[in-house]
């Protein structure tokens, strides 16, 4: 028995060796330390002076072709430790390091000179794309590299600064990084009809290849600050920045396409002309195309149910049908104006479908869009829509008038 026994040890112990062979460890590991993480990416196209700087500052000379420069947002071991204080002023959260030049990757190569970490861009949440650049070459050309390179995360959303980019990646706050502080923001979506849905690459990519127009959402710096503040139109054909849609255009564009999570409508009472606001607990929208023959026509039917969030109607009751009535009467005024107004900037003025009116006409009348896809911005700026709106307000929130 105690010979069995010895074996039985024995033959364990072989197994258990022949097992920590296996474990060969972390092979590709990286230490921290060594790593410059890289948050957000801004690009911005160089002009006039800033042109001539960009080229003296590498000392090379370039053909007469785009010069963009590259902002990359490292987080490192020794930004992360933002308490410290070097020479009485708090250390940043954050190191900014550009670098010009007219392809991406050579400028991302140079940058190797300037920073004494190897930058590491799996932890990358935000690519800022400067208005000019967006201008000037088609976003293809520009995110070609980020869309190849392995490292960079599909998930990386994809913003349009006005002005220059590398602003958005500035803050007053030590202890902010701002790339992380704008992917904080664009999560507000839920709460307002005024951000679009984030725009990942991977998303972009078959946008891009769809020869579709788009909307991407804008970001600006005021007065030290970052904000979200509408969006910006990009031509399917050309690939390129169009033009900009204000915030009350993307509260339209928000009950066109039903993918609002939450949001705000205040209008005014008709009798007494004080602030009524209807808070969006749910919204829908369905876009139904016609055919008839060769002529083209859409219907939209928005739907959505609320509570009044704040009212200064003082001379109404809350739970009066009457007044529930003049509530509904004037939000839902104050929804189709919004409706009507992005619907004639996207028609008359840029004549691109931004809506999604194309996909549902290929959805159902496939042969149809065959046809005319073509050249379907044109021929969606001439189609006829008509919507209808039905918004419902169920909840009186916790106050209500006993007059």
């Known amino acids: ?23 060969t ?11 410059g993480l890289v948050v957000g990416t801004a690009l911005d196209l160089e002009k006039d002076k ?16 785009a010069i963009m420069t590259i902002t990359n947002q490292l987080v490192t071991s020794q930004t992360t430790g933002a308490g410290k204080k070097e020479g009485g002023s708090q250390q940043k959260a954050f190191k900014n390091v550009s670098e010009s030049g007219d392809a991406i990757i050579p400028i991302l190569r140079d940058m190797i000179l300037r920073i004494d970490k190897r930058a590491f861009a799996q932890h990358s949440k935000v690519i800022v794309i400067g208005e000019d650049l967006a201008r000037t070459l088609n976003l293809q050309q520009i ?81 030290g600050e970052v904000k979200f503040a509408g969006a910006s139109l990009i031509d399917g054909k050309a690939k390129k920045l169009r033009g900009f849609l204000n915030e009350k255009d993307l509260e339209g564009i928000t009950w066109v396409t039903g993918k609002g999570k939450g949001g705000l409508v205040k209008s005014s009472d008709e009798k007494t002309g004080q602030p009524i606001i209807y808070e969006i607990e749910s919204m829908k929208s369905k876009i139904r195309p016609h055919v008839d023959g060769n002529n083209i026509s859409f219907e939209i039917n928005i739907s959505s149910e609320g509570r009044i969030a704040e009212n200064w109607v003082v001379s109404g009751k809350l739970s009066e ?13 104050e929804v189709g104006r919004l409706v009507k107004n992005v619907l004639d900037k996207t028609q008359q003025e840029y004549k691109a479908d931004v809506l999604g009116f194309g996909d549902q006409l290929r959805i159902e009348y496939p ?37």
């Open 143 to 223: 995110l070609d590299f980020f869309l190849r390179e392995q490292e960079i995360r599909p998930s990386s959303i994809i913003l349009i600064a006005k002005n220059r980019a590398s602003k958005t990646l500035e803050s007053k706050e030590p202890t902010v990084i701002p790339a992380l502080h704008l992917i904080q923001i664009s999560k507000g979506q839920e709460r307002t009809t005024k951000i679009l849905p984030p725009m990942p690459l991977a998303k972009l990519n078959g946008k891009l290849h769809s020869e579709s127009s788009f909307l991407l959402q804008n970001v600006s710096m005021k007065n």
């Open 1 to 23: 028995m105690k010979q069995r026994h010895k074996e039985v040890r024995l033959l364990f112990r072989f197994l258990l060796f022949l097992l920590l062979l296996t474990l």
């Open 321 to 333: 049908n009457e007044f529930l009535k003049r509530a509904e009467k004037v939000s839902k005024k």
């Open 367 to 403: 042969k149809v869009w065959e046809k005319v896809k073509e050249d379907w911005d044109h021929t969606f700026s001439k189609i006829p829509i008509k919507y209808t709106i039905k918004l419902t307000i169920k909840d009186y929130g916790t106050s209500v008038s006993n007059k």
């Open 50 to 65: 800033s042109r001539e700087e960009a080229l003296e500052r590498n000392e090379k000379s370039y053909p007469d072709k």
């Open 25 to 35: 460890g972390c092979w590709s590991s990286r230490e921290i330390e060594d790593l």
